[in-house]
């Protein structure tokens, strides 16, 4: 089912990218974004992992500098057959984590320093189990696919709009045909995005649910990794991570996207579930 989710993904990014090469320079135009869409379909398989850890400034680390994360991820790994991942880390205080990557034997995971200083082994041994349901349930790849798709929507609506401010690829001279494009660029700047949060919101709150029972499973242990999502409810609303809107459904727990009405948009269209109800599944009792 997530490789179905993949081509389609795929073919909405081929299909907007060539609808706006057509619109703004007509036949060249579309051969220029047929050319755009194969590099960002290719990227988008091979290197999107790559492009979301360094897009959320992700280091690999060493097992000297995370023993206990090295030793939980061997334990959990071996256990379910599953190959050892690439360990990263995003040098924020804020607490989160995310997998990535195009199959379980080029998975990634990434905690933020963070997360590492909060979290006691049970509950880090619960983040860990989660994020490596989502390795081993395959959700890796749409995840990120997702992330640069999104990246490139945004990127898509600057060009139109920079595009038409200036007369489109073939230019314009009449002064009420720039105008136009202006506001059918000024359009797709708030549409795009929007569009973005929307592909992400199909893809992510069901599979949070079904990674955390997974997760669960792997551990025996329900309440580490609600304990664990308790904390990260607490603190990151402390210290709010800022991270791009675009990567925003890879994480652990939803991170915090903007300020004022992008914030409040941000929320309306959230990527993840309330963490009460996660720990509710998860324990069978309602967070206090």
Same mark, same amino acid.
């Given at each position: 089912?997530?490789?179905?989710?993949?081509?389609?993904?795929?073919?909405?990014?081929?299909?907007? $990218? *060539?609808?706006?090469?057509? +619109?703004?320079?007509?036949?060249?135009?579309?051969?220029?974004?047929?050319? @755009?869409?194969?590099?960002?379909?290719?990227?988008?398989?091979?290197?999107?992992?790559?492009?979301?850890?360094?897009?959320?400034?992700?280091?690999? @680390?060493?097992?000297?500098?995370?023993?206990?994360?090295?030793?939980?991820?061997?334990? #959990?790994?071996?256990?379910?057959?599953?190959?050892?991942?690439? @360990?990263?880390?995003?040098?924020? &205080?804020?607490?989160?984590?995310?997998? +990535?990557?195009?199959?379980?034997?080029?998975? !990634?995971?990434?905690?933020?320093?963070?997360?590492?200083?909060? =979290?006691?082994?049970?509950?880090l041994e619960g983040v860990i189990a989660h994020e490596l349901s989502h390795v081993k349930n395959r959700d890796i790849l749409i995840s990120a696919v997702a992330a640069t798709i999104a990246g490139a929507l945004t990127m898509v609506a600057r060009m139109a709009?920079?595009?038409?401010?200036?007369? /489109?690829?073939?230019?314009?001279?009449? &002064? &009420?045909?720039?105008? /136009?494009?202006?506001?059918?660029?000024?359009?797709?700047?708030?549409?795009?995005?929007?569009?973005?949060?929307?592909?992400? *919101?199909?893809?992510?709150? !069901?599979?949070?649910?079904?990674?955390?029972?997974?997760?669960?499973?792997? +551990?025996?242990?329900?309440?580490? #990794?609600?304990?664990? $999502?308790?904390?990260?409810?607490?603190?990151?609303?402390? *210290?709010?991570?800022?991270?791009?809107?675009?990567?925003?459904?890879?994480?652990?727990?939803?991170?915090?996207?903007?300020?004022?009405?992008?914030?409040?948009? /941000?929320? =309306?269209? !959230?990527?993840?579930?309330?963490?009460?109800?996660? @720990?509710?599944? *998860? +324990?069978?009792?309602?967070?206090?």
């Amino acid at each position: 089912m997530n490789g179905v989710k993949t081509v389609l993904l795929l073919g909405l990014l081929t299909g907007l $990218l *060539l609808f706006v090469g057509e +619109t703004l320079g007509g036949q060249n135009g579309m051969m220029l974004a047929l050319v @755009i869409a194969v590099v960002m379909n290719f990227a988008s398989y091979f290197w999107s992992d790559k492009i979301a850890l360094a897009m959320n400034g992700a280091k690999p @680390i060493s097992r000297e500098d995370a023993p206990m994360v090295y030793r939980i991820c061997e334990r #959990l790994t071996a256990n379910n057959h599953l190959p050892m991942p690439k @360990i990263y880390a995003i040098p924020t &205080d804020s607490p989160n984590a995310f997998a +990535t990557g195009r199959n379980p034997e080029h998975a !990634s995971v990434a905690f933020t320093t963070g997360i590492l200083k909060i =979290l006691d082994e049970q509950e880090l041994e619960g983040v860990i189990a989660h994020e490596l349901s989502h390795v081993k349930n395959r959700d890796i790849l749409i995840s990120a696919v997702a992330a640069t798709i999104a990246g490139a929507l945004t990127m898509v609506a600057r060009m139109a709009y920079w595009a038409e401010l200036f007369g /489109g690829f073939g230019g314009r001279s009449s &002064d &009420d045909e720039r105008g /136009g494009g202006i506001f059918s660029g000024l359009l797709m700047i708030i549409v795009a995005p929007i569009a973005a949060m929307l592909i992400q *919101l199909a893809i992510s709150r !069901s599979r949070e649910y079904q990674a955390d029972a997974s997760g669960a499973e792997m +551990t025996h242990n329900p309440y580490g #990794l609600a304990n664990a $999502l308790q904390k990260l409810d607490v603190y990151s609303k402390r *210290l709010p991570m800022q991270a791009s809107p675009s990567t925003a459904h890879m994480f652990i727990v939803q991170p915090f996207t903007g300020r004022g009405l992008m914030n409040a948009v /941000g929320n =309306l269209f !959230s990527t993840h579930p309330p963490i009460a109800k996660r @720990i509710e599944r *998860l +324990t069978g009792r309602k967070m206090e």
